[in-house]
């Protein structure tokens, strides 16, 4: 199992925290940020501490915590529908293939034999 799908978020903890004390939460979620950012790939790191930037601006200017949902569900859905986003990245990929290019991807991961428990 990997370290992260070990991960468990408590809800009832982070609920009572940010109630009772925000400025533990914030120091808390501050720190759980940090900790998975600097446990992805190091190709990533620069790229989610960029994203964690601007998600924190958007909170930072919002002047309550559900405007700052609707600013972030709407650059989640421009990432997804907007220029160079997802849908287009994929109509993109589609074309290629219609054309008959093939993707040169990197393989995912080396296959491991197992052996059968009835060996051993």
Known sequence: MTQQASIRFDFDHWSKLARDDPQAFELERARV???AIDQAPDARRERLRCLQWRI????????TPMSA?????????????????????????DSHLEHGAHPTLPPAGKVLPFRSLARR
């Open 69 to 93: 949902c609707v600013e972030m569900s709407r650059l989640m859905w421009d990432s997804v529908l907007g220029e160079r986003g997802l849908l287009e990245s994929l109509r993109g990929l």
């Open 56 to 63: 924190d601006q958007v909170r930072r200017r919002a002047r």
């Open 33 to 35: 940020l940090d900790r």
